[in-house]
């Protein structure tokens, strides 16, 4: 019998909890259960089979200034999970994207000869190459789930397999193929974030009255990620009522619903994230957009100017071309986001295109043409343990 092996998986995310999850269980599979897997992580890796060491449910913020409000908290985390691993020496620690903690942790195990694989890359196209020579260093396996980025990490001497993406088999085990698109539901996506949610909401909530105007057969819903996103949802949109009264129409709010949302609306405004990748993958046209903290845009000038000359959003970047139109910050403007919408609404002049576009993205740009993305992950984790191990 094989030796048993100890892995450790960690999310810092919602959608990092999902991929660790299906990595979890195909993990077990793969091993006949010979493996005990821990880390940080929340309900879906929980629910996985993974001894949770940390909850990561709240830990999903973005921007500088959010990321200072709970400093204290990352701090305790992170030095307990250093000296957790120290004690235990897991076979390896599979990182799952969240590059802020991740790659500081990633770090401190590779300092104690704890092998680092890391699954989801950083947006290192993006945000710059500077962090290429650290993952090389400290990382022993890059998993990536977008064929474009092995070529980024080129010539960095890191182990780069592409293994696909593992939404693709998520989102595609959930359509319900009973479910038709109704043309009159429009879908908000307003993100999985507390304070991405007190940023973006309100410029959709504008786009709405807009687009209410415009299309006054349309019904508009807002999927919520969790129960306390769904209540904080309600407190926003009754402070924007109380302002705007009538000229906001009635507005669902639901959460646990995405799955079915996704299929029956006919279009929807999103803020920008994982949320775009499933969106395209289930079929559903979109406009996105996103609104950082003041201080956090200023504080990344140089970075969102980069940004402005390419896209933020996942499907555009994979694609190469403008699939979602997206805006960010000043170019927010709800007569704006409101013609967009229109542009994709059923009849609207660039619905078709986007229909072909994003079919051919999930079909043929983010898979690896073998077995799903989280099996052919685990098995890559087995080979990199193996390997190491001998």
């Known amino acids: 019998m094989a030796e048993r092996r100890k892995i450790w998986i960690f999310a810092g995310e919602e ?31 929980r629910e996985a ?15 500088a200034v959010e990321i200072f409000k709970h400093i204290f908290t990352f701090v305790k985390i992170f030095y307990d999970l250093v000296r957790q691993a120290e004690e235990e020496r897991p076979d390896a620690v599979v990182l799952i994207d969240y590059p802020g903690f991740n790659l500081r942790f990633a770090k401190e195990m ?10 989801v890359s950083p947006q290192v196209w993006v945000w710059g190459k500077r962090r290429i020579p650290k993952l090389a260093k400290y990382c022993s396996k890059m998993l990536v789930i977008f064929p474009f980025e092995t070529e980024t990490y080129a010539g960095s001497g890191l182990d780069v397999e592409f293994v696909g993406h593992p939404l693709v088999d998520i989102v595609k085990e959930r ?27 309100e410029p959709m909530l504008k786009a709405v009255m807009e687009l209410h105007r415009q299309r006054p057969e349309l019904t508009f819903h807002i999927s919520a ?14 402070a924007f009522r109380a302002k705007h009264g009538d000229a906001l129409p009635p507005l669902e709010i639901l959460h646990g619903q995405n799955s079915r949302l996704l299929r029956e609306c006919c279009a929807g405004l999103a803020a920008s994230g994982t949320v775009t990748v499933e969106c395209a993958i289930a079929g ?5 957009m996103y609104v950082f903290n003041l201080l956090t845009f200023i504080a990344a000038v140089v970075v969102i100017r980069k940004l402005f000359r390419n896209s933020f959003t996942m499907p555009n970047i994979i ?23 229109v542009r994709i609404l059923p009849g609207g002049e660039r619905r078709e295109e986007v229909l072909r576009d994003i079919q051919t993205l999930a079909d043929t740009q983010l898979t690896c043409g073998k077995e799903n ?18």
């Open 15 to 45: 959608s990092g909890d999902k991929y660790g999850a299906r990595l979890a269980q195909e993990l077990t599979r793969q091993l006949d259960g010979e493996v005990d897997i821990s880390g940080m992580g929340a309900k879906s890796m």
């Open 49 to 63: 089979g993974v001894k949770i060491l940390v909850d990561s449910t709240e830990l999903g913020v973005v921007g």
């Open 110 to 119: 590779y300092k104690r000869g704890i092998p680092v694989i890391w699954y």
């Open 175 to 201: 359509i319900d193929p009973s479910l038709q698109r109704d043309p009159t539901k429009f879908l908000l996506l307003p993100g999985s974030r507390s304070n991405e949610i007190n940023h973006v909401l």
């Open 225 to 238: 990620a969790r129960p306390k996103l769904e209540r904080r949802i309600h407190e926003l949109v009754d």
């Open 284 to 288: 559903l046209p979109l406009v996105t």
């Open 319 to 341: 694609a190469n071309k403008t699939i979602y139109e997206e805006f960010m910050q000043h170019q927010i403007a709800p007569k704006r986001l409101a013609a967009a919408c």
């Open 373 to 390: 993305a989280s099996a052919a992950a685990a098995a890559a984790v087995i080979r990199c343990v193996d390997k190491l191990r001998q």
